[in-house]
């Protein structure tokens, strides 16, 4: 990856992750965000297993289940009162 050196990617993706469930939306059987986040950013939230591949020309990414469930759980942890 890309980042600085004094980055925490885990805190990082954690964030990420929950940030990009902020635009999510149910498509047919699927939660989808659009993908509107630094390449890299998305290649580590995909290595986490936390999104399919986002590579492609969809403009919008696909949560796994484990994902789906893991983005509240970052929301409320990193952004709740």
Do not use: C
């Amino acid at each position: 990856m890309v980042f600085e050196d004094n980055i925490d990617e885990e805190k990082l993706a954690e964030a990420a992750l929950a940030i990009l469930s902020l635009t999510a939306h149910k498509d047919a059987e699927v939660i989808r965000a659009w993908k509107g986040m630094d390449w890299d950013l998305l290649g580590l939230l995909y290595q986490k297993g936390w999104i399919w591949d986002p590579v492609g020309k969809q403009k919008s990414v696909v949560f796994t289940d484990e994902g789906k469930d893991l983005a509240t759980k970052f929301l409320e942890k990193h952004f709740g009162k």
